[in-house]
């Protein structure tokens, strides 16, 4: 079992960034690629990024890559989202969530969810 506890949500302008955490219980954190999810009012869930077990292998979605990185610590049980030139278009809210494969990009290879932190970018 595993606890995901997102954080760093918040109001930003155009342009800005904002890095968000995921924080996981448990001692297998190591044992999990995570990924990044996010889902807008009316639309479904998405996925944005993901990372492998080690952090040796990331994917991103097109509408992020470049701009987004994800990172994690192993020793710290937390995975991180670093969004930089944030777009209106980003607003949404975004979820950690943990797979017991490899790396996947696949929603529902995720088993473990957070409860979501909404990020809100204005113009």
């Known amino acids: 079992q595993v606890q995901l506890v997102e954080s760093g949500g918040g109001l930003v302008q155009a342009g800005d960034s904002r890095r968000l955490s995921c924080a996981a219980s448990?001692?297998?954190?190591?044992?999990?690629?995570m990924g990044w999810f996010r889902q807008a009012p009316g639309k479904e869930r998405e996925f944005v990024t993901s990372?492998?077990?080690?952090?040796?292998?990331?994917y991103y979605a097109d509408s992020v890559k470049g701009r987004f990185t994800i990172s994690r610590d192993n020793a710290k049980n937390t995975v991180y989202l670093q969004m930089n030139s944030l777009k209106p278009e980003d607003t949404a809210v975004y979820y950690c969530?943990?797979?017991?494969?490899?790396?996947?990009?696949?929603?529902?290879?995720?088993?473990?969810w957070g409860q979501g932190t909404q990020v809100t970018v204005s113009s």
């Open positions: 969530a943990a797979s017991s494969l490899t790396v996947t990009t696949i929603k529902s290879h995720y088993v473990y």
């Open positions: 448990g001692r297998t954190f190591s044992s999990y690629s």
């Open positions: 990372i492998s077990r080690t952090g040796g292998s990331t």
